[in-house]
T-cell receptor, first 116, second 114 residues
Framework: AQKITQTQPGMFVQEKEAVTLDCTYDTSDQSYGLFWYKQPSSGEMIFLIYQGSYDEQNATEGRYSLNFQKARKSANLVISASQLGDSAMYFCAMRGLNNAGNMLTFGGGTRLMVKP | DTGVSQNPRHKITKRGQNVTFRCDPISEHNRLYWYRQTLGQGPEFLTYFQNEAQLEKSRLLSDRFSAERPKGSFSTLEIQRTEQGDSAMYLC????????????FGQGTRLTVV
């Protein structure tokens, strides 16, 4: 079984500042992938960044980086230089890579609000 | 538009009616997933297809729910005898095979049962 915990229901950040969204996970799988998705009010889930459990370097995608600490089972998302358009729900998700189905397990989400 | 497409975007139905949603995945993706998202929660897995074969179903998928992907392309999700507890956003996603293959989501169908 897999579990994702996001302990921050809501967060504020000032425009142009960096923000860290927390994610901890629990799994019995040896090999797994961690994902972050953004969900604006329109409803679609937008893929942001992926980290494989055996990747030695933290993933980065533009203004997004994933602070992966395997021993602590955490996969925090860092957004640098926040923009007003970053205001949305953010979901951390994982899946076991040895799981044939590759279905995702999601956390409860964090609502990020960027202040001008 | 080459993304995942879901129709309708919104559906309001009376309790006890049947509803059907459609998902058109990205054309070269052979995996298709259905998720359900209730207000304030993250999406929960319902079922997935590899090509036309439905390979796994969640316990959340009661016998009132049925999903098909007849030709391995689009998929339908039908809910029979809807209940108020079925009110949620139904999300479809598709992906390629392979480890780390990211799932691309549609905009979802928001169902309201009155």
């Amino acid at each position: 079984a897999q579990k994702i915990t996001q302990t921050q229901p809501g967060m504020f950040v000032q425009e142009k500042e960096a923000v860290t969204l927390d994610c901890t996970y629990d799994t019995s799988d040896q090999s797994y992938g961690l994902f972050w998705y953004k969900q604006p009010s329109s409803g679609e889930m937008i893929f942001l960044i992926y980290q494989g459990s055996y990747d030695e370097q933290n993933a980065t995608e533009g203004r997004y980086s994933l602070n992966f600490q395997k021993a602590r089972k955490s996969a925090n998302l860092v957004i640098s230089a926040s923009q007003l358009g970053d205001s949305a729900m953010y979901f951390c998700a994982m899946r076991g890579l040895n799981n044939a189905g590759n279905m995702l397990t999601f956390g409860g989400g964090t609502r990020l609000m960027v202040k001008p | 538009d080459t993304g995942v497409s879901q129709n309708p975007r919104h559906k309001i139905t009376k309790r006890g009616q049947n509803v059907t949603f459609r998902c058109d995945p990205i054309s070269e993706h052979n995996r298709l997933y259905w998720y359900r998202q209730t207000l304030g929660q993250g999406p929960e897995f319902l079922t997935y297809f590899q090509n036309e074969a439905q390979l796994e179903k969640s316990r959340l998928l009661s016998d009132r729910f049925s999903a098909e992907r007849p030709k391995g392309s689009f998929s339908t999700l039908e809910i029979q005898r809807t209940e108020q507890g079925d009110s949620a956003m139904y999300l479809c996603a598709s992906s390629l095979n392979g480890r780390g293959a990211e799932a691309f989501f549609g905009q979802g169908t928001r169902l309201t049962v009155v």
